[in-house]
């Protein structure tokens, strides 16, 4: 996600993603990882790790094995972190999910996207270390937590009360 | 009320829960939910 679309400073604790009105409500992962970090590249280049910022790239989510995931038409469905992800506004959001395809895995929840550029998206193997695939679609998401407020002054408050 | 609210918030430091809401509906895909 670039920041222009994300527009804060937020300590995410949960995404949200939104099913379509395609499928069956229920896919399941053998084990399921998610890392977030941030990058600075509007695209996406085809060396997964190549597009973190050095030091920023976090497990936020291990599901530790089996896990299903349930959603019904249009309805969005949630997946809090671990890990609380600390985004700092600045420099762009990267999302990376890692599942195998090991059994039981079962099913697929198709989810809303939406146009958002070239390389927005990059898909590739199960512990290959480079993209095969490249998206301009990415998932239509929810990022719940907390915003950051502004630091600010007695004096700045009374001045903008000031200005009302 | 709203200048209580606001100094509140400078003086505990605390945050504000929020939703981003980012994207359209528009296409569907099963990525990166794909079980199988």
């Known amino acids: ?73 249009n309805e969005w469905f949630t997946i ?24 039981p895995s079962e099913g697929s929840l198709y989810i809303w996207h939406w146009q958002a550029g070239t390389n927005r998206a990059i898909f590739g193997p199960f512990g290959s270390t480079t993209a095969d695939e490249f998206e301009t679609t990415v998932p239509h998401l929810r990022l719940n937590g907390n915003l950051e407020l502004q630091t600010d002054t007695f004096g700045s408050i009374k001045a903008r009360f000031a200005e009302d | 009320m709203r200048l209580a609210s606001m100094l509140c918030a400078v003086l505990l430091g605390s945050s504000l829960a929020a939703t981003i809401d980012i994207g359209e509906d528009q296409l569907f895909w099963s990525k990166p939910f794909c079980g199988d």
């Open chain 1, 1 to 73: 996600m670039l920041d222009s679309e994300i527009g804060n400073a937020v300590q995410i604790q949960s995404i949200s993603f939104k099913r379509s009105t395609f499928g069956v409500d229920t896919a399941t992962f053998a084990d399921l990882n998610i890392y977030m970090g941030h990058g600075t590249a509007d695209q996406l280049n085809p060396v997964f790790l190549n597009n973190y910022l050095p030091g920023t790239r976090t497990q936020v989510f291990d599901s530790g094995g089996i896990i299903t995931l349930t959603a019904g038409m």
């Open chain 1, 80 to 103: 809090n972190l671990d890990t609380p992800y600390w985004y700092s506004g600045v420099n762009n959001l990267i999302i990376e999910f890692e599942w195998p395809s090991d059994e």
